[in-house]
C-alpha cells in the first residue's frame, strides 16, 4: 500500500466552480501536510500548510485536515484557468518524504 | 534571495554513460533533497542529505549517489545511465528538519535526456 494516495484525476471543473482534491495516507504518525501546486513544465511549489484538525484557508483556497479519518483534503473555490495545475499531498514528518502521486486539475473557461 | 539553483538545464547522455547534477541551496538552508520525475509521473524520491550526511535514501539502485558538501551544495552522480533514467531530476532545500521533511523549495531541476 503506498504511504499517501490521492484521488486520481484528471479533475476537470468549469471556471467558477469549487475543486475538491482528496488525499489519504496510511502512516497513523503523520500528523501535518503540505500542499504544492506544479504547473505544466514547472517545479512544485508550497501552497499550504495544515498541522490541525479542521480548515486552513488561504484565499480561495481550503485545506481540510481530519487526523482520526487519516484524511486531508485541498478545496479550491471560485477556480480560475491559473489554477490549472498538478496539487501534490506530502506528509510532514515523513522519513520516505514522499509524495502523493498528484490530481491534475483543468479548470474550464 | 537566490532560490534554489540547478546545473545543467538540459543534459543529454548515452547509455552507460555518467551523469553529473548539481544543485545550490538557498542559503541558510542545511538539507537537499534529490527528486526523479519521469514523464508524466509522480516525484520519486532518491536522496536526503543534511550536514554534509546522507540522512534517507529512496527505493533507487546503487547507481544513484550523490554528496553534500561543505558550503550545503550537492551532488547527483547517475552511474551506468539506462534509458528509463531519462526524467526531470529535482532538487529541493529546506531548513534542518527537526522531524522528517520540512517546507520544501523546489529548483527548476534538470533535464537528463539518455539516447
Known amino acids: 500500500q503506498k504511504e499517501v494516495e490521492q484521488n486520481s484525476g484528471p479533475l476537470s471543473v468549469p471556471e467558477g466552480a469549487i475543486a475538491s482534491l482528496n488525499c489519504t495516507y496510511s502512516?497513523?504518525?503523520?500528523?501535518?501536510f503540505f500542499w504544492y501546486r506544479q504547473y505544466s513544465g514547472k517545479s512544485p511549489e508550497l501552497i499550504m500548510f495544515?498541522?490541525?484538525?479542521g480548515d486552513k484557508e488561504d484565499g480561495r483556497f481550503t485545506a481540510q485536515l481530519n487526523k482520526a479519518s487519516q484524511y486531508v483534503s485541498l478545496l479550491i473555490r471560485d477556480s480560475q484557468p491559473s489554477d490549472s495545475a498538478t496539487y501534490l499531498c506530502a506528509p510532514r514528518g515523513d522519513y520516505k518524504l514522499s509524495f502523493g502521486a498528484g490530481t491534475t486539475v483543468t479548470v474550464r473557461a | 534571495e537566490a532560490g534554489v539553483t540547478q546545473s545543467p538545464t538540459h543534459l543529454i547522455k548515452t547509455r552507460g554513460q555518467q551523469a553529473t547534477l548539481r544543485c545550490s541551496p538557498i542559503?541558510?538552508?542545511?538539507?537537499v533533497y534529490w527528486y526523479q520525475q519521469a514523464l508524466g509521473l509522480g516525484l520519486q524520491f532518491l536522496l536526503w542529505?543534511?550536514?554534509?550526511?546522507?540522512?534517507n535514501r529512496g527505493n533507487f539502485p546503487p547507481r544513484f549517489s550523490g554528496r553534500q558538501f561543505p558550503n550545503y551544495s550537492s551532488e547527483l552522480n547517475v552511474n551506468a545511465l539506462e534509458l528509463e533514467d531519462s526524467a526531470l531530476y529535482l532538487c529541493a532545500s529546506s531548513l534542518a528538519p527537526r522531524g522528517g521533511n520540512e517546507k520544501l523549495f523546489f529548483g527548476s531541476g534538470t533535464q537528463l535526456s539518455v539516447l
Open positions: 542559503s541558510g538552508h542545511t538539507s
Open positions: 495544515i498541522y490541525s484538525n
Open positions: 502512516d497513523r504518525g503523520s500528523q501535518s
Open positions: 542529505y543534511d550536514e554534509g550526511e546522507e540522512r
